[in-house]
């Protein structure tokens, strides 16, 4: 079966304040990746951890790591009304870089 | 650098006729992915390909899709005899040659609607 869960499944905050999303996953995996879709848009890479990795940054974002929970986190900080969109965690297969699976997403509202 | 195309961009069909739908991937890119997004849920996994090779197409139905990847022109996803349940959004994805950590580029979908 397809790995993967993001929660919640929706989120809805006001402008300036943080957004956590969270993935769980159930095999070992190679690397995890985020993506954001747009409404009605195909989806855009944000970041990728190495399962070697606990946490990486970039720009307003920031992403955990932990692979003995088989979970991984993503922060938005200071969250701009740009930021509405659905957030999709995707892993990969242990020794197969090439297969990826993605989460049902969170759905982030970003309130003016 | 165009990105990933897909064409056509909305598709209507009658139960019963066939969907095809392309996808050129990135210049560059010799992996092709095919994922199917019903409303408000997630990415499902269908189909991966290299030109001329199916890697992995463990997420297809067995019956009636088929997909390809040709030496030359785009991927095709073919759906015979549709039925109102393959209404959905069909996604591409490409990415580089193996050979690590590799991130895929989507298109912006094919939106499958079915009579």
């Known amino acids: 079966s397809q790995q993967g869960e993001e929660d919640p499944q929706a989120l809805s905050i006001q402008e300036g304040e943080n957004a956590t999303m969270n993935c769980s996953y159930k095999t070992s995996i190679n690397n995890l990746q985020w993506y954001r879709q747009n409404s009605g848009r195909g989806l855009v890479h944000l970041i990728l951890?190495?399962?070697?990795?606990r946490e990486k940054h970039s720009g307003r974002l920031r992403v955990t790591l932990d692979t003995s929970k088989k979970s991984s986190s993503l922060l938005i900080t200071a969250s701009r009304a740009a930021d509405t969109a659905s957030y999709f965690c995707?892993?990969?297969?242990?020794?197969?870089?090439?297969?990826?699976?993605f989460g049902s997403g969170t759905k982030l509202n970003v309130k003016p | 650098n165009a990105g990933v195309m897909q064409n056509p961009r909305h598709l209507v069909r009658r139960r019963g006729q066939e969907a095809r739908l392309r996808c050129s991937p990135m210049?560059?890119?010799?992996?092709v992915y095919w994922y199917r997004q019903l409303p408000e849920e997630g990415l499902k996994f269908m189909v991966y390909l290299q030109k001329e090779n199916i890697i992995d197409e463990s997420g297809m139905p067995k019956e009636r899709f088929s997909a390809e990847f040709p030496k030359e022109g785009p991927s095709i996803l073919r759906i015979q005899q549709v039925v109102r349940g393959d209404s959905a959004a069909y996604f591409c994805?490409?990415?580089?040659?193996?050979?690590?950590?590799?991130?895929?580029?989507f298109g912006a979908g094919s939106r499958l609607t079915v009579l």
């Open positions: 994805a490409s990415s580089p040659p193996a050979g690590g950590a590799n991130v895929l580029t």
């Open positions: 951890i190495r399962s070697n990795e």
């Open positions: 210049k560059g890119h010799s992996h």
């Open positions: 995707a892993t990969d297969v242990i020794d197969n870089f090439n297969k990826f699976y």
